[in-house]
Each structure stands twice: as C-alpha cells, then as structure tokens.
C-alpha cells in the first residue's frame, strides 16, 4: 500500500509539473500580490511614465495586452502595428482599422484605465498625401509618439502640424546614436529617438553612453536590461548588465521626461515585467531622495 500511495503522489507531482511547465505557463502569468502595484507613482513624479510595448504579447490579441498590462498595474501601452485587436474583431492594429474598431479599442482602453500612448515600430508612408492618412489615424487614436525608422522629408512637417513625436528606433544595425543624431539636426523637439537600450547592447554600445551621446534628443524608450552584451537576452530591468540605475540617474539628471515601454522579446512572465516596473519605481524614488539631499 505504501509504494502504492508512494507511486501515486509521484504521478500527480509529474503531472502537475508538465501542466504548469510545459502547457499553459499559468504560474509565471499570474504575478504575486507584492508585484501588483498601482502604477508607478514616484517614477511619474519625475514626469516618468512606465508602458508595456505590446510586442512583448505578440502571441495574443491587442485586448489581451491591455489585460495583461492593467493586472500588473501598468497604466500606458504603445502598440505595435499587424497585432490582431481581439478575438472578435478581425482588424489589427494600423490605419487600416474601421472606425468601429477605433472606438471599440477606445472603449477597451478605458474599461481596464490604460491609456494608448505610442505605436511602432512602424513605417511611414513615402508619400505626404499618404503620411497624412496615418497622422489623421493616429490622432484619432490619441497617440503622442509613433515610433519608426523612417524619415521622409516632411515628417518633422506633419509632426508640428499633427502635435506628434516620431521617435527614431534604432533595431542593431540601424540609427545609431550618432546617425539620430544627424537625421535631427535642424529639426523640432518633436523629433529625436526611441532609445531601444537592449539593441544598443546588442551592438556592445554601453546604454548610459547611448543616452549621453542623445542628451536633449530622446523622445521616449524601449527599455530593456540583458544578460549580457552582444547575443544577450532580456531579464527583469535591474539584474541584468546594462547598468539601468546609472541610466536613469543620467536621464533625471539631463531632465528627460517621457515614456518607457518594457519591451520583452524573451520568454516574457508577467511576474518578470512587473519585477521590472517595481525596479523602475523604486530607483525613481531612490534618485529622487537622493536628489533631496
């Protein structure tokens, strides 16, 4: 009887591994009351606002990223275009949303208290007529920074005309420090970059020099900590070796105000993201009393 009941709760214990583990990963999607904070008060007393990219939820639909963002106390998002918006509306994410959709994802948006705040990375259209098209979209959607790698001539145009950033992504082989830099040379305030400090890493740029090389012209973040530099990938801000608290002290410093969006591109948690929300805020309010002194 005893190796019976001996055999049978090892059979359960296997089982309810492989159910956890392998199928639904249901204990790293539902974050620890202590990682459920409401916002991220103290980072937004420095003009800081905490997002999640929704390409971090690419697996699932743009209302399920919007869940996933309110259970964890997030409060913005910035979407990303092509992300299907919900298992009943075909439409995706872009200016090719009917109507309808733009009030149903509105209406989402505000049941859940997430506001819509960026979309990208995206292209421009190449023509003014078209770009035209996409600015009447995105302000109707309320959004105050498309994030991209495009740079047509009039787009610092549109962005004066519309009241919207573009913020100038830089993936590891494109817009580097320095080439943002060039691209913004004459330009608004309007324009500057979307720093993504986890493909700086990827290119062994060190972000807190990224930001330094960027001083006055960053409009909003990707950010990201990794393991390593170069083949690295992402873990909860704070742990990896990106240096993040000396970046955000530098950013304070150089009195950036703006949007950060945790981007996850690695086997994300919601537990992991909201690790990286409670760094955020507690290294804004640690940089704030140091501030103080």
């Known amino acids: 009887m005893r190796n019976r009941r001996l055999a049978m709760g090892v059979l359960i214990a296997t089982a309810s591994w492989f159910f956890s583990a392998v199928i639904g ?5 539902v974050p620890g009351p202590e990682f459920q904070a409401a916002g991220s008060p103290d980072a937004e007393k420095l003009g800081w606002r905490l997002a999640t990219q929704a390409w971090t939820f690419n697996g699932v639909t743009f209302f399920d990223a919007i869940d996933k963002t309110a259970a964890i106390g ?14 009943d509306i075909a439409d995706k994410m872009g200016p090719a949303m009917k109507a309808e959709t ?3 994802v509105k209406a989402k948006l505000k049941d859940k208290g ?23 979209w995105a302000k109707a959607m309320g959004i105050e920074t498309i994030v991209t790698e495009s ?3 009039f787009l610092d145009k549109l962005c004066n ?7 100038l992504h830089n993936h590891p082989y494109s817009w580097p420090p320095e080439k943002v830099l060039a691209a913004c040379k004459g330009k608004s305030s309007r324009m500057g970059a979307c720093a993504d400090t986890g493909h700086w890493m990827r290119k062994k740029i060190k972000p807190l020099d990224g930001v330094k090389t960027l001083k006055g012209k960053i409009v909003s973040f990707h950010l990201k900590d990794l393991n390593k530099f170069g083949n690295g990938h992402d873990v909860p801000w704070g742990t990896g070796e990106g240096d993040l608290k000396a970046v955000l002290s530098e950013l304070h410093a150089q009195g950036f105000k703006g949007v ?13 993201l909201a690790k990286c929300a409670a760094f955020f805020n507690d290294t804004a309010k640690a940089i704030a009393a140091e501030q103080g002194k």
């Open 102 to 104: 733009i009030e149903a």
């Open 161 to 167: 005309e519309y009241g919207i950033n573009a913020a």
């Open 260 to 272: 950060f969006s945790i981007e996850y591109e690695y086997k994300y948690s919601l537990a992991d």
């Open 151 to 153: 740079n047509p001539d």
């Open 25 to 29: 990963r249901g204990a790293q999607e």
């Open 114 to 136: 997430v506001t819509l705040v960026n979309f990208g990375v995206t292209g421009i259209p190449g023509t003014e007529a078209d770009a035209r098209k996409f600015f009447d």
């Open 74 to 87: 997030i409060k913005y998002i910035e979407a990303f275009p092509g992300q299907k918006v919900s298992k």
